[in-house]
């Protein structure tokens, strides 16, 4: 019994490669994998209703550990899934106006700026 829970396991928290990406399946969503400095950042195409019709749109998820469950990534989510640090969430109130700019790139250090606001939070 044991064994059969450890292989349905694996199955439902799989990690693939695809065409040079990585994916990790969760049930039956595929999602790529963007970043795992410090904590896991994920995509994923799904349609997102607009005002008048859905369209495919990139979707952020963001998971605490490489087999935790995959949360939208919103600030409310992270300063959640964070609270113990303090540091983080205060730089995510202060640098981040909505959900959107989450996902921010800072080419010069190139990397996002979500996560060098997380590695500073750590030092």
Do not use: W
Not at 20 to 35: A, L
Not at 51 to 75: M, W
């Amino acid at each position: 019994m044991c064994k059969m829970s450890i292989l349905i396991g694996m199955l439902c928290l799989s990690n693939l490669l695809v065409n040079g990406q990585d994916y990790r399946k969760v049930g039956k969503e595929k999602f790529q994998i963007v970043d795992t400095a410090g904590f896991y950042i994920y995509k994923i195409n799904k349609l997102v209703q607009g005002e008048k019709i859905a369209r495919p749109q990139d979707v952020y998820y963001f998971s605490v550990q490489n087999d935790g469950q995959p949360l939208e990534l919103t600030r409310a989510n992270l300063e959640q899934a964070f609270a113990g640090n303090a540091r983080f969430r205060y730089a995510i109130e202060a640098q981040f106006h909505s959900d959107a700019q989450l996902m921010m790139y800072d080419r010069g250090l190139k990397t996002y700026k979500l996560k060098y606001l997380y590695i500073q939070s750590l030092n």
